[in-house]
């Protein structure tokens, strides 16, 4: 079974562009959860979505955005980059149901704004 | 403030050394995962703990859970320069998943 992936792997951007970033969830998996990781702040949550619906959302501004298709693939916007969102951007998914709730993750996007 | 507070936040041992992990909450989890993440890619989820006081072993790796499922801990024997990488600690409490602060291994060959 093929794992989570994410496109692109790498990307520079200006201060001021906005950027999408793209998720597709190991087949079978409905939720797919998005983190932002820095060295400053480690690892954190940015928002999950189920169904093509946002279920959770953490403490991100409104330039961080997201939405889910149909297929459960998944993407995730910033506007107005800052340098500050220059992050290691990880998404994850996972089958909904049970306790566990194991999240599996793809490589990241790695943003750097200039 | 941070949920999961994990210690040490940086390990450094030659290798054959022991050694232990904590992930430590004031809050009650249903579940914790344990992960490893190498630079520059995801983290890789190594163990679910779901149970008070459940012990799981993979191969020279321990996990505990404790009792009150607010705490774990990672115990590695052994070590070897393979387990270098960042080793965190995760839960879900109520409808949101949450990561540890992280502790940084490295093996010294």
């Known amino acids: 079974k093929a794992g989570v992936t994410q496109t692109p792997r790498y990307l520079i951007k200006t201060r001021g562009q906005q950027v999408t970033l793209s998720c597709s969830p190991i087949?079978?998996?409905?939720?797919v959860s998005w983190y932002q990781q820095t060295p400053g702040q480690g690892l954190q949550f940015l928002f999950e979505?189920?169904?093509?619906?946002?279920?959770n959302k953490g403490n991100f501004p409104g330039r961080f955005s997201g939405r889910q298709f149909s297929n459960s693939r998944s993407e995730m916007n910033v506007s107005t980059l800052e340098l500050g969102d220059s992050a290691l951007y990880l998404c994850?998914?996972?089958?909904?149901?049970?306790?566990?709730?194991?999240?599996?993750f793809g490589p990241g996007t790695r943003l750097t704004v200039t | 403030t941070q949920l999961l507070e994990q210690s040490p936040q940086f390990l450094s041992i030659q290798e054959g050394e022991n050694l232990t992990v904590y992930c430590n909450s004031s809050s009650v989890f249903s579940s914790l995962q344990w992960y490893r993440q190498e630079p520059g890619e995801g983290p890789v989820l190594l163990v679910t703990?779901?149970?008070?006081?459940e012990v799981k072993k993979l191969k020279r790796l321990t996990f505990q859970f404790g009792d009150a499922r607010k705490d774990s801990s990672l115990h590695i024997t052994a070590a070897q320069p393979g387990d270098t990488g960042l080793y965190l600690c995760?839960?879900?409490?109520?409808?949101?998943?949450?990561f540890g602060t992280g502790t940084s291994l490295t093996v010294i060959p």
């Open positions: 979505y189920f169904s093509e619906t946002q279920r």
């Open positions: 994850a998914s996972s089958l909904v149901g049970g306790h566990s709730y194991e999240q599996y």
């Open positions: 703990v779901v149970t008070g006081g």
């Open positions: 995760a839960g879900n409490s109520g409808n949101q998943f949450y």
């Open positions: 087949s079978g998996h409905r939720s």
